[in-house]
Nanobody, 122 residues
Framework: QVPLVELGGGLVQAGGSLSLSCAAS????????MAWFRRVPGKEREFVAG???????YYADSLEGRSTISRDNTKNTIYLQMNNLRPEDTGVYYC????????????????WGQGTQVTVSS
């Protein structure tokens, strides 16, 4: 099992920003898919943002233009910067990593973090 540790969740007012990070230990994912998913109350886990290779990025429509995913392979870490947050962005955010590349949007990743809570108040 490869630990993926998410940091950066918390409580923020609507319109505010949060930056999440996810660090992998034990192995590296230099070019493999890494992504963020979230589980919001009453819904299934959903794709938020993903990155393939050094800079091929993908976003859910709901967060397009409000978020940026990036990776630092020297630190084996990915980041998610979220701006202009809305109450409907409240949920548990999970980091995921895949050995190699596949469908970024599909939750068929090899490794998952424990999740970090993001709460956006209105």
């Amino acid at each position: 099992q490869v630990p993926l540790v998410e940091l950066g969740g918390g409580l923020v007012q609507a319109g505010g920003s949060l930056s999440l990070s996810c660090a992998a230990s034990g192995r590296t994912f230099p070019g493999g898919d890494m992504a963020w998913f979230r589980r919001v109350p009453g819904k299934e886990r959903e794709f938020v943002a993903g990155i393939q290779g050094p800079a091929n990025t993908y976003y859910a429509d709901s967060l397009e233009g409000r978020s940026t995913i990036s990776r630092d392979n020297t630190k084996n870490t990915i980041y998610l910067q979220m701006n202009n947050l809305r109450p409907e962005d409240t949920g548990v955010y999970y980091c995921a990593a895949r050995v190699g590349m596949g469908n970024v949007y599909s939750p068929t990743y090899d490794y998952w973090g424990q999740g970090t809570q993001v709460t956006v108040s209105s």
